[in-house]
């Protein structure tokens, strides 16, 4: 496992406002990293980040912790947050220099990685320009450049995508997966949920400080998923369809349309493959298409945050 | 040769702190730096050439009469301000501003350590000090060339004032390393500029004008150079505990790592300087250098006390822990703060510091009393450094031992309150006796203060050399603890106190921190 969250417990005075929380991610993985506001997410990865101490519990990036190894962990994560000023009276390459300085690059190596960096993240033709004149995207891929410098294999990121616009999300995104293709593990934590589904294998879902689901999303959404919506569409008369499927124990709410049946099924893949048998086998209905609605990573979320801690 | 000449360069761009890099970069792009610069250059420039007019009828024999002392004075002034004031206060600004928009997180969780960033902070404030004092050289230059200064005297000032620019950035820096809101962290700083300015401001004319005294001949005087030495000392343990309070936490950036403690130790540390300072200033004044080697000794010990004081209480920081770790795994390097740490040291440490407390406190107690003598004589400077003085003594005598008795008895909760409140006493009866003795117009203003008891016995020991006399102040000392330890006690045993206590445990009940891998120093159980 690349990171190892272990009973991680953060308070603040008499505020709790990470409780317990443990999850893994394997290397190479991208894993997202979902919650409300105030949730602790941001808490979890500055604890991650070696930026704050945990209260009890533990971290292990690559098998170092970041409470007795912090040195270590800095050397293999890159954190990106939320949030930062850059430094007033700086150029982009000055910007991106000190860092590489910071992270003790000799000479050679560090003109080798800045030059591969700003051509990486498009900031090559701002060299010169003073950081504080950036916008917002631009901001983010010179935030994402500093977190690159050092070539780490943890790369910690907290709301990357947050109040950028479409174009910038799509590019960053791409940057994201590029990167993942060469096998760094990414902790991604969003509000987007949406754009999140697309770029990460697992999710770890927490609200108020407490870890409600983690795992592949595929593997939660079939857990969570009691039921499934699915659309049918036939051929033909709509009253044996209508029958056919009233017929059927698990299936409830039929609304038929002239060529469309929608209905909730309340059973499993072997029961939902009977149906479908049953449904061809009558030479009245001629089915064309049989399709569940998948349940998005925003309404997984919603269905496991919604009023269960809160 | 190229390939020669390209390692060269390679290894002189790595040579450098990335820190001293970054800020150099900023200070020449900013504003800050060449407006200062041109404000200081400027100044010099108008007061050198109004001098120069003035003194123009007074010209003989190709030098003007004495008006390079009256030039020396006002450009060291400018000096003084811009390199004590202004360059600390720019560098904490900078290093508080990074906190506060929270860059300097950033920074943090690179590899690079808090000793770099330290010093590269350090290190940048002093490279803008340079700057400032090379434009200033051809001024002082020709202050001494239009005579009534002497060459050593101007030499000696140039690295007083460096050296004093040096150790407020230290403090500059440090203090801004305490509070992330940046106002709350310039402002102790504020207020040890004004202490600076304020102790500082008569020091230069007093110094340069009393020539009767204080010609070069003075530096002949085997004391003048013990003092300036101590001083000196003390501003370089100054400056290296100021760094370890930095690096101390070893999350420097971190927040609310600035516990009581160190605040209180710090506060004693500015007071040495401020009063060593002072008492130095007054036996300048006076010519009165014969106990000096004495007092030279007190005043070094001051901030050797203050380190190790700290140090020890220190034991009961989870944080101090880490820096244990680190010195197990050979990453502190600092060979002094090492000793301070070293693992299962810690009641010979103890021990040390007693016997340090036993053969020192003696010469650190006569300060005080020395310049209340300086006081007698009618010197209105000396009306200053008195309450500086007692300030500097009530710290000593009343946070060192808080400080000390608190790690041997294990103080906690009601007891820590008791030392709390005992101290307070201590601080009570020392400023009520101070300023009882300085109003009634008493020719001893420490007479009742309680330090003339010992002040006294070290005068005899001084000049008949009777040790036994030293070594009374001890009991009576002890005795004055006791009595307010007393006193306390009764004070805390009543009804309301102790309830408010019991409640006050109540509440901080379960909320310990479980770092217990941390503090024990074992390697964690994955």
Known sequence: MMIRVNNLTKRFGNFTAVDDVSFEIPQGEVFGFVGPNGAGKTTTMRIMATIDEPTSGDIFIDGYSVIDDPEQVRRIMGFMPDQYETYPNMTVWEFMDFYARAYGIRRRERLKRLNAIMEFTALDKLAEKEVNALSKGMRQRLCLGKTLIHDPKVIVMDEPAAGLDPRARIEFRELVDTLAGQGKTFLISSHILTELEEMVDGVAIIEQGQILKTGGIAGIRQELQSFTEIVAAFIGDPAPVERSLLEFPKVERVVVTDHTARFVFNGDAEERAALLKKLCADDRIKITEFTGKVQDLEEIFMKITDGKVQ | ?526
């Open chain 2, 1 to 526: 040769m190229f390939k020669i000449s390209q390692k060269f360069a390679d290894a002189f761009d790595d040579f450098w702190n990335p820190i001293v890099v970054k800020e150099m970069r900023q200070a020449l792009r900013g504003r800050i730096f060449p407006i200062f610069f041109l404000i200081m250059v400027g100044v010099a420039t108008v007061a050198f050439l109004m001098f120069v007019a003035k003194a123009e009828s007074g010209y003989q024999s190709g030098r003007v009469s004495g008006i390079g002392k009256d030039i020396f004075v006002v450009l060291a002034s400018i000096l003084m301000l811009v390199s004590m004031v202004v360059v600390p206060l720019n560098g904490a600004r900078r290093l508080a501003q990074e906190r506060a928009q929270r860059s300097f997180e950033l920074l943090q969780i690179s590899t690079i350590t808090p000793h770099k960033i330290v010093f590269g902070k350090i290190t940048s404030c002093v490279i803008e000090l340079i700057l400032y004092f090379s434009a200033m050289t051809p001024f002082l230059v020709l202050s001494y060339m239009l005579g009534g200064v002497e060459l050593p005297v101007v030499l000696f000032y140039i690295v007083l004032i460096f050296w004093g620019g040096v150790a407020s950035c230290i403090i500059g820096v440090t203090l801004a390393s305490y509070s992330s809101p940046l106002r709350m962290s310039q402002a102790p700083l504020a207020l040890f500029g004004g202490v600076v300015i304020i102790t500082s401001i008569g020091l230069i004319p007093a110094m340069v004008y009393s020539t009767e005294r204080f010609d070069s001949s003075i530096f002949e005087q085997w004391e003048f150079w013990t003092t300036a030495l101590s001083i000196a000392v003390g501003f370089v343990i100054a400056g290296g505990w100021a760094t370890a309070i930095a690096k101390n936490p070893y999350k420097f950036p971190g927040a609310n790592r600035s516990t009581e403690v160190r605040l209180w130790a710090f506060a004693m540390l500015v007071a040495y300087m401020v009063t060593a300072c002072g008492n130095y200033l007054l036996y300048a004044r006076s010519g009165y250098f014969d106990k000096m080697f004495f007092f030279v000794i007190a005043m070094s010990a001051y901030p050797f006390l203050f380190i190790h004081s700290l140090a020890f209480v220190k034991e009961s920081d989870p944080l101090s822990q880490r820096v244990k770790r680190d010195i197990r795994v050979g990453r502190y390097r600092n060979l002094p703060f090492k000793f301070a740490f070293l693992p299962g040291g810690l009641r010979g440490f103890g021990w040390l510091i007693l016997a340090i407390l036993l053969l020192l406190i003696p010469f650190a107690g006569s300060l005080g009393w020395e310049t209340s003598r300086s006081y007698s004589y009618g010197e209105r400077t000396a009306d200053l450094f008195v309450p500086l003085a007692i300030f500097g003594h009530i710290l000593f005598w009343c946070a060192v031992p808080y400080l000390f008795f608190r790690r041997i008895f294990k103080i906690e909760g009601r007891d820590n309150l008791l030392v709390i409140v005992t101290v307070g006493w201590i601080v009570l009866i020392h400023i009520l006796l101070g300023f009882v003795s300085i109003f009634t117009g008493s020719d001893h203003p420490m007479y009742w203060s309680g330090l003339f008891l010992y002040g006294e016995s070290l005068d005899s020991f001084y000049r008949v050399g009777n040790l036994a006399g030293a070594i009374l102040f001890l009991p009576i000392m002890v005795g004055l603890v006791l009595l307010a330890w007393i006193v306390s006690r009764l004070f805390l045993d009543s009804g309301e106190v102790r309830d408010l206590i019991r409640a006050g445990r109540r509440s901080l009940s379960g909320t310990t921190p479980d770092v217990a891998h941390r503090r024990s120093g074992n390697p964690p159980t994955e």
